[in-house]
């Protein structure tokens, strides 16, 4: 047999070491093509003036691609509400309005808080209104006409609405309670807005957050408590209170964290697709806690605003609304100091990935208060809009589609920025080496294979000329005849 061992030994080590060596960074200048930046405005739309504080706080997106909008409208007369009311608002894919609903609430003096925004199987939606007196719940069709109300009466607000499991509803708010504290108020709907039960927990919170519906089937509800002191209350000194409930209303368990200053500012909360949570505080700073599936305390961090306004020196800022975003991150959205929009993304670990401002805080002030992600990849975010000459007005802000859009197919899908030529070289370059020598070690063995017997023959036939193969050490030189031309034809 020819004595090509030691040659194909060696091209397979170099081919290897190549492999080895050059794949990672092939892979690594995949990931920089991948888009990170940070996505610039694609639209802003300003609806309907409102009144302070009135907001956009709630966005879902409709099936025909448009998106359906929430927000309360407090009059104010003095310092009394006059006729308050709450406007359903539905726009198309481009910002467009279609319809605006209003729906006034029943008492003049009462005050509007919208509590919750679902769309349902028969593309209308379910919306939650929060009185003095207790929570309506509302269900309109697709046109934004009322279909069914049920008023559940209760001594104080239902701020927090979610759709449930089973196609019912479920309602959150709070009651007066005793020692600076308010009682959780929890009610269960099913899909037309019936009552399936109610159940008060005594004494639970200052103030309630965001109510969310697990995997599980059962309830968490983020919301703060103070301890009994006046003095601390009058510091705005509170922890954070996390409670699980389970689907049929009892306590499972109640978390307790010790941030200090957790009265100021919203806050948010969503599952993890590891089955814990991630919610927003503020304590003097934007902090995101994430806890596993229990309500313990696996990492802490802190944000700082990021401004590209020349004139902004403070960092600070709220972050009150939170999702999961299609890449398997998560997103944020908030206000800075001195009315910016803040916009906030980072890996599922909490990894900052962009962290960036949008609006000018010397002519006007931004508040955001809803966050959701589009079926194209576009972040929208919903607020307000105040100016000191012009009043206020509800605002939306789209961003430029920049995250992986959603497709049927259960492989997840990529947005990649069409890369530099240099770029394209860095990665293309040692794939090609790679390819190369594998190319040539496969060429190698099947020659080996295929042609040995013809070169023992050879070799036997014509002992002064020096051929072990093809891959060997050479040919010594001397005159071919035209039958050793055709032989050498046979192995190429």
Do not use: C
Not at 178 to 206: E, I, P, R
Request: negative net charge.
């Amino acid at each position: 047999m020819p004595k090509t061992s030691g040659t194909l030994k060696i091209y397979w080590a170099v081919a290897l070491a190549l492999l080895v060596l050059l794949s990672p960074l092939a892979t690594i200048h995949f990931a920089l093509a991948q888009n990170n930046s940070v996505p610039a405005i694609q639209r802003e739309e300003y609806y309907t003036e409102a009144y302070p504080y009135d907001a956009i706080d709630f966005i879902v997106q409709s099936s025909d691609g448009g998106y359906v909008l929430l927000a309360p409208e407090n009059h104010y007369s003095g310092l009394s509400f006059v006729l308050p009311s709450v406007i359903l608002l539905k726009i198309d894919k481009s910002g467009n309005v279609e319809w605006e609903r209003q729906f006034n609430e029943s008492n003049p003096n009462d005050f509007a808080a919208v509590g919750g925004l679902a769309q349902t199987s028969d593309q209308g939606y379910v919306f939650a209104n929060g009185r003095n007196d207790g929570v309506e719940l509302i269900k309109v069709d697709s046109g934004g006409n009322i279909q069914w109300n049920y008023t559940f009466q209760h001594n104080g607000y239902g701020i927090s609405m979610v759709q449930t499991n089973d196609g019912g509803f479920a309602i959150a708010g709070t009651e007066a309670g005793t020692h600076n504290l308010s009682s959780l108020w929890l009610v269960k709907t099913d899909s037309q807005g019936k009552l399936s039960w109610s159940k008060t927990f005594q004494n639970q919170f200052a103030g309630l957050s965001q109510m969310i519906q697990a995997k599980d089937g059962n309830f968490i509800v983020l919301g703060y408590t103070y301890n009994a002191s006046a003095t601390v209350i009058s510091t705005n000194a509170a922890n954070l209170l996390l409670l699980k409930i389970s689907s049929s209303g009892s306590l499972l368990w109640s978390k307790t964290y010790d941030s200090g200053q957790s009265s100021w500012g919203d806050k948010a909360i969503v599952q993890t697709n590891d089955g814990g949570y991630i919610f927003t505080d503020y304590t003097g700073i934007a902090t995101v806690i994430k806890t596993d599936s229990n309500g313990v305390v696996q990492w802490t961090k802190t944000y700082n605003v990021s401004s590209t306004h020349p004139t902004n020196v403070f960092t600070a800022g709220t972050l009150n609304s939170a999702i999961l975003t299609s890449d398997g991150g998560l997103a944020f959205a908030g206000t800075a100091s001195f009315g910016e929009i803040w916009l906030l993304k980072t890996d599922a670990q909490g990894t900052v990935e962009w962290n960036q401002t949008y609006g000018d805080r010397d002519q006007y002030g931004y508040q955001a208060y809803s966050l959701m992600e589009a079926n194209d990849g576009s972040l929208l975010v919903g607020g307000e809009w105040q100016e000191m000459s012009h009043g206020d007005y509800y605002y939306l802000l789209k961003t430029q589609p920049f995250l992986p859009q959603p497709t049927a197919s259960p492989e997840p899908s990529v947005t990649l920025n069409p890369p530099k030529k240099s770029e394209l070289l860095q990665i293309v370059l040692p794939m090609a080496i790679v390819v190369t020598i594998g190319l040539i070690v496969i060429l190698s063995i099947l020659l080996r294979k295929k042609h040995s017997k013809y070169l023992a023959e050879y070799k036997r036939k014509r002992g002064a000329l020096r051929v072990t193969s093809p891959l060997g050490r050479g040919f010594k030189s001397h005159p071919l005849h035209i039958s050793e031309f055709s032989f050498f034809s046979q192995l190429f």
